[in-house]
T-cell receptor, first 115, second 111 residues
């Protein structure tokens, strides 16, 4: 399967702990995106990478959130000092990196539950 | 970003055709219309994309009138496995195609 992969698929943590999620995009895809989705809502954009450069961050991405894509391949999203409000599905997507109408392909997501 | 409006939910029986209409009144000249499908606990899956007139693939058809202020996703002969949330999006073409999801349309197919 050469689609977008995310690990772990599920994460349960206690409030105040740090968590890190990984996303492996489709190979040769230059663009990588992180979204967050809560129950009953559509995904909300968090941040976007073009290769290793983080080009846009949503206001949803508080100081406790950090994302990296060190070599322009996989990406990590870290949440420090988790809060119960961080409980959500975290989705990663990738695209080839051409024009604006290109398709974004999503991974299966990482479901986070903060107790 | 062009804002989209679509029904919150639609019910259908197996074997029927389901048509979901989305309005996007302020769509820009270069914008495309994109539809995604999402099952519970999975990431959204790309279904179809179009610019004008009609686009058809193995999953669905997309009808876009000349003024492009609306579009209709058509799912032929739905089955139970088509029960999902369907999102209509108009990614911006002036930057990197930012996706702004609404709540989508929950389609429920019953026997």
């Amino acid at each position: 399967d050469t689609g977008v992969s995310q690990n772990p698929r599920h994460k349960i943590t206690k409030r105040g702990q740090n968590v890190t999620f990984r996303c492996d995009p489709i190979s040769e895809h230059n663009r990588l995106y992180w979204y967050r989705q809560t129950l009953g809502q559509g995904p909300e954009f968090l941040t976007y990478f073009q290769n290793e450069a983080q080009l846009e961050k949503s206001r949803l991405l508080s100081d406790r959130f950090s994302a990296e894509r060190p070599k322009g391949s996989f990406s990590t999203l870290e949440i420090q000092r988790t809060e119960q409000g961080d409980s959500a599905m975290y989705l990663c997507a990738s695209s080839l990196g051409g024009t604006g109408e290109e398709t974004q392909y999503f991974g299966p997501g990482t479901r986070l539950l903060v107790l | 970003l062009a804002k989209t409006t679509q029904p919150i939910s639609m019910d259908s029986y197996e074997g029927q055709e389901v048509n979901i209409t989305c309005s996007h009144n302020n769509i820009a000249t270069n914008d495309y219309i994109t539809w995604y499908q999402q099952f519970p606990s999975q990431g959204p899956r790309f279904i179809i994309q179009g610019y004008k007139t009609k686009v058809t693939n193995e999953v669905a058809s997309l009808f876009i009138p000349a003024d492009r202020k609306s579009s209709t996703l058509s799912l032929p002969r739905v089955s139970l496995s088509d029960t999902a949330v369907y999102y209509c999006l108009v990614p911006s073409t002036d930057s990197w195609g930012k996706l702004q999801f609404g709540a989508g349309t929950q389609v429920v197919v019953t026997p």
